[in-house]
């Protein structure tokens, strides 16, 4: 089954990491990818730019509106995903508890919905 594995963490925490620190996040996020890679549960994993460069589109009554960021102002925001395939639940959650972000925010864990014909 397909999981989602959305990274929230608060933005301010990369912002006090030193250089090094940075750079072993980086350097033990991607060692996990290969892992995940490697042990067939990665489906595709891709980090976002900061809310800042985000817009919002809304269509209300035919008409559209963009609105810079996101829509609510929030401590934490969404930094990235792991689209995964696990065998349960159960499996998603280890998996997600291994995201080395996992350490400074959350993970949120979310089935992917089939809408295909063996839905």
């Known amino acids: 089954m397909k999981y989602l594995c959305q990274v929230w963490f608060d933005g301010t925490t ?4 030193t250089k090094d620190e940075k750079h072993k ?10 892992d995940l890679m490697a042990s067939g ?5 891709e980090a976002l ?16 509106a963009v609105t810079d960021g996101p829509f609510i102002e929030t401590k934490e925001y969404l930094g990235g995903f792991i689209l995964i395939e696990a ?4 499996d998603a959650i280890r998996i997600a508890a291994g995201i080395p ?3 400074l925010g959350a993970i949120e864990v979310r089935p ?6 063996d839905a």
Do not use: W
Request: charged share 25%.
């Open 112 to 117: 992917i919905c089939n809408f295909g014909p």
């Open 14 to 17: 990369l912002d006090v990491m």
């Open 25 to 34: 996040l980086d350097s033990d996020s991607l060692g996990y990818d290969r």
């Open 49 to 64: 730019q900061s809310p800042k460069s985000a817009v919002t589109v809304r269509v209300r009554n035919g008409e559209m």
């Open 41 to 45: 549960n990665m489906i595709h994993a």
């Open 101 to 103: 972000l996992a350490k």
């Open 87 to 90: 065998k349960d639940l159960n």
